[in-house]
């Protein structure tokens, strides 16, 4: 059965740091592009970083310079490193992996709760 297992959630005060991880089962996903996602309570998902098989990184809004997305190919594993972390950051964090061409395919991991506060 492929599927994505997130772990790595927890809670901590403000300007902490914490690191998740996202391990892929199932199939390899060297091809795949993969994603966090942030989902705040009450409010939609949304992206927070996104990396490419060939390691090119992008970040959505706050997440410039605090955190840092990673992938090993090798052990089927992406990372979410978050420093300085903020209450806003507080929510379920999702990872995604997709493949835009022939095989298509998209998943997306049960989610990890992050919470933020004094």
């Known amino acids: 059965q492929v599927r994505l297992v997130e772990f790595g959630g927890g809670s901590v005060t403000p300007g902490g740091s914490l690191r998740l991880s996202c391990a892929a089962i199932?199939?390899?996903?060297?091809?795949?592009?993969m994603a966090w996602y942030h989902q705040a309570p009450g409010k939609e998902r949304k992206l927070v970083a996104s990396?490419?098989?060939?390691?090119?990184?992008d970040y959505e809004g706050s997440a410039e310079g605090r955190f840092t997305i990673t992938r090993d190919n090798r052990r089927n594993t992406m990372w979410l490193q978050m420093n300085s972390l903020k209450p806003e950051d507080t929510g379920v964090y999702y990872c995604?992996?997709?493949?835009?061409?022939?095989?298509?395919?998209?998943?997306w991991g049960q989610g990890t709760q992050v919470n933020v506060s004094s």
């Open positions: 995604k992996a997709w493949r835009s061409m022939t095989p298509m395919f998209t998943y």
């Open positions: 990396i490419t098989s060939g390691g090119r990184s």
């Open positions: 199932g199939q390899p996903f060297n091809a795949a592009t």
